[in-house]
DNA sequence: ACCCAGGGTCATA
DNA sequence: TATGACCATGGG
């Protein structure tokens, strides 16, 4: 059923290419930047860090503060997040390295960075995934937002509901995780953005 | 002039 | 544990 559906937005969308990022931390930086913003803003704050040879963690916990968020201004909440860039850095600083190599078992390293705080479930994973290349099933609101409308999930079901759903009916591949969290967010910008359009949803039948 | 976007934390009850 | 306030820019 799931394998369906992922076929069907493979088809209609092609690969992705998922994460947009030269390096694992900048997709780290990514990851913390994009919370509830448009992934556009993002990027011009991503530049800004680029022009100013910023993409390293050291120089991220060295910076000045007040620096740092009048370069990632773009992206909203500039001061929240460049505290958390600085905390994720200072993580990075010390674990990255193992994380990388993946020396660590999954969950290990997922709770690990659930303690940082400006670091939850979606961004964690969307590291996790992306970054250190765990194969992990990212939850956004794109993929909340389908299942329910769709009635494959409760309303307010959990984000470990939601992730196990997935994790449980796909093989453990790394390159399928990535595409399918990528081509969810490709169908949830097009045809899912409203529900009168998801109703109409060209893949709606590949649920069943 | 609204509304939302690839969330997360904290205070309150 | 469960809501609500808050964070803030840029594009539609």
Same mark, same amino acid.
């Given at each position: 059923?799931?394998?369906?559906? =992922? *076929? ?21 930086? $990514? ?18 860090? #680029? ?12 910076? *000045? ?11 909203? %909440? ?5 505290? /958390?860039?600085? =905390? ?5 600083? #010390? ?14 390293? /997922? ?14 994973? !969307?590291?996790?995934? %992306?970054?250190?290349? =765990?194969?992990?099933?990212?939850? *956004? ?7 329910? /409308? ?5 309303? #307010? ?6 992730? %196990?759903?997935? +994790? ?10 990535? +595409? ?7 169908? $949830? ?5 409203? !529900? !009168?359009?998801? +109703? ?9």
């Amino acid at each position: 059923m799931l394998q369906k559906f =992922y *076929d069907a937005l493979l088809v209609h969308f092609g690969h992705q290419n998922w994460w947009p990022g030269d390096s694992p931390f900048e997709i780290a930086i $990514g990851a913390v930047l994009t919370q509830n913003t448009n992934w556009n803003n993002v990027e011009k704050a991503i530049n800004n860090l #680029k022009k100013n040879k910023l993409i390293d963690a050291q120089k991220i916990i060295s910076i *000045d503060s007040e620096k740092l968020a009048e370069l990632i201004r773009p992206s909203g %909440y500039f001061n929240l997040k460049a505290d /958390r860039l600085k =905390y994720m850095a200072d993580w990075w600083h #010390k674990n990255a390295e193992i994380a990388l190599a993946q020396q660590w078992e999954l969950n290990h390293i /997922r709770e690990d960075l659930l303690k940082v705080k400006g670091i939850g479930e979606e961004t964690a994973d !969307s590291i996790l995934l %992306y970054a250190f290349d =765990y194969p992990t099933f990212v939850v *956004d609101a794109y993929t909340r937002r389908f299942l329910v /409308r769709h009635n494959v999930v409760h309303e #307010k079901a959990s984000y470990t509901e939601i992730k %196990y759903f997935f +994790e449980n009916h796909l093989p453990h591949d790394l390159a399928v995780h990535r +595409e399918f969290h990528a081509l969810i967010v490709a169908l $949830g910008k097009t045809f899912c953005k409203t !529900s !009168s359009q998801c +109703e109409n949803c060209c893949l709606k039948w590949h649920l069943n």
